[in-house]
Every structure is written in C-alpha cells, then in structure tokens.
C-alpha cells in the first residue's frame, strides 16, 4: 500500500481525488478540518501525520504557531511545498510515520485525518503510541476514521476515484462492511469507537470518541 500511494495515487493524482469529490464528500472533509481547528491553539506546534499536497496544513498554519506535515510520497511533499510556499509557518519532511525522528513531547498537537490510520496500513496500535509519544502532556492527538453512517458517500466517492483512473475498478463482491476493495490490490478500511478504544487501551492519557457531522469518527487523545 506506500508503494501505491507513492507510485500511483499521490501529487497531482491525489489532489484530483479530492477535486472530484461530490458536494457531500466536500462538506465532511471540510467539517473534519473545522473540528480540529478548534481543538488548536494560536502558537501551537502542530505534527500532521500523512500530509500528502498539504490540503489540510495549509488550514491549519492559518491558526497553529507551526506546523509540520510527513509523508513516504516524495512527489507529494514537492508539491505541498510549492503550493504552501507562501506560508512561512510550514515544513514539510520526508519521514515513516512509525519511526518519528523527534523527541518525547515535542508537539502541542498530532493530527491523522481522513482515515490516515487505515490507509497507512500499518501496526496501528503503534502508530498511535508513537503520535503519543511525541505530544506534550496535555495536548491533543487526534485520529478519525469514517462514521458508518457515510458509508453510502463515501463508496460513492470512491467509486468516482475509479472510473476516474485514480484507482482500480471496485470489487463490489468483496467490498462492504466499511471495507473498499479494488481488483487491483488497493483496500480502504475503517476504525470503529470500539476499535479506537482497544487501541489506545494502555496508554497515560484521556481518551474521548467523537461523532461528527454523521461522516467522521474521532479518537480525541490528551496525553498525561
């Protein structure tokens, strides 16, 4: 799955992903963003996990002190850098989101939208773990995944992805359950409240699931 989004579905290609994107889809991507935005504070020193071309930094630097935006898709990074040259105020860093190459408590804030926990098919327990580590007691860590309730919007969308070429043709067989599978080996899957809640089991902090707009589900994480 990195070499996908980093051969195929990144740049410019991912950035028509969201170009295409029905009004619906358009509403929850920017009701996610809002949501987080008031959970930031002026000054703030903010970690975006999976920044792709920067759609959602470029919103978050208007507020945020900083803020740094990782991904694994360098052709991505080039991008977000060119149309975020303006923002003095962000950096952007080729880097494994499992391996963060700062300090404990570096962060005021660690944000993983969009459903980044499933899409980076990684150990997700460790992910978050590894977001916790770098945060500062007190500050928010924020992960979110698809609410069950957009599931019709969102396999729409997806839909739209693959007949645009952005994606394999949809394996409607296997695909259900909150799970997209496409014959071409891709897979998008989701996190529920209870998954979020075992994941996180363990760990010094606050633990809150929120529900919001009827498409996106947060694990709100305030460290300790």
């Not at 391996?99 to 460790?126: K, M, W, Y």
């Amino acid at each position: 799955m990195e070499s996908y989004y980093s051969d195929r579905l990144s740049a410019e290609r991912l950035k028509q992903c969201y170009e295409i994107a029905p009004p619906r889809v358009q509403q929850y991507l920017n009701v996610e963003v809002d949501h987080v935005l008031e959970r930031i504070h002026p000054g703030d020193m903010v970690l975006e996990l999976g920044c792709g071309y920067g759609r959602v930094m470029q919103v978050l630097a208007k507020k945020a002190g900083s803020v740094m935006g990782i991904d694994t898709s360098f052709s991505s990074l080039i991008l977000a850098r060119q149309t975020l040259s303006h923002m003095s105020n962000c950096l952007f860093i080729k880097m494994d989101a499992m391996r963060l190459a700062f300090p404990d408590r570096t962060f005021d804030g660690v944000v993983c939208l969009q459903n980044g926990i499933s899409a980076f098919h990684v150990d997700q327990r460790e992910l978050i773990r590894e977001s916790v580590r770098v945060t500062r007691p007190g500050g928010s860590v924020l992960f979110s995944s698809y609410s069950e309730k957009f599931w019709s919007h969102r396999l729409e969308w997806f839909r739209l992805q693959s007949e645009a070429g952005l994606l394999g043709e949809i394996d409607y067989e296997k695909t259900g359950d909150g799970l997209i599978v496409c014959k071409d080996g891709f897979t998008a899957s989701t996190v529920g409240s209870d998954r979020f809640l075992s994941l996180a089991s363990g760990i010094s902090a606050d633990i809150r699931i929120v529900e919001v707009d009827d498409s996106s589900l947060f694990c709100e994480i305030t460290p300790r």
